[in-house]
């Protein structure tokens, strides 16, 4: 048994995973491996680019949470950096499964879009809870000024 307050390096990684916030990265990641498979099966395979990126970016960042790796590298603030990159990913997986399935007729390619609508739309509740800015707010005081 370990001492109080320190875990090993793979049950602290392991323990971020069962966190409210790692198991939306390993739902995006998920969806990003449905979508890529489903993208490869189609007949235009061309949008595969996205679920590869966006699937190595949710690994990274479920690493870099999960490692503990924000304490120790304050130079990059992290918040926005995942912030920006739920966004971006957000609206890049909501245009292109759109276009896929509007423009596509094999069944791979809808369900692809619509594998893609669904990590698009997770990606977005990602960039909702993950906002610097609502964190570290705290409650107003419900006191008129003159203390009444």
Known sequence: MEPS???SFPASCLAF???HKGLVLIGEIGLCVLTLVCYGASYTPGYVGL???ELVFAALMLLAWGCRLPPRLPQIHWGWTDFIRCIIGSLLFLITSLIVIIGHRDGAGIAAGVFGLLAGILLGYDAYITLPTR????A????SPDGA
Do not use: D, I, L, M
């Not at 107003?140 to 006191?143: G, L, N, Q, R, S």
């Open 140 to 143: 107003t005081a419900t006191e």
């Open 135 to 138: 964190q570290g707010h705290a």
């Open 51 to 53: 679920a590869v990126c």
């Open 17 to 19: 995973s069962r966190t």
């Open 5 to 7: 307050g320190t875990q």
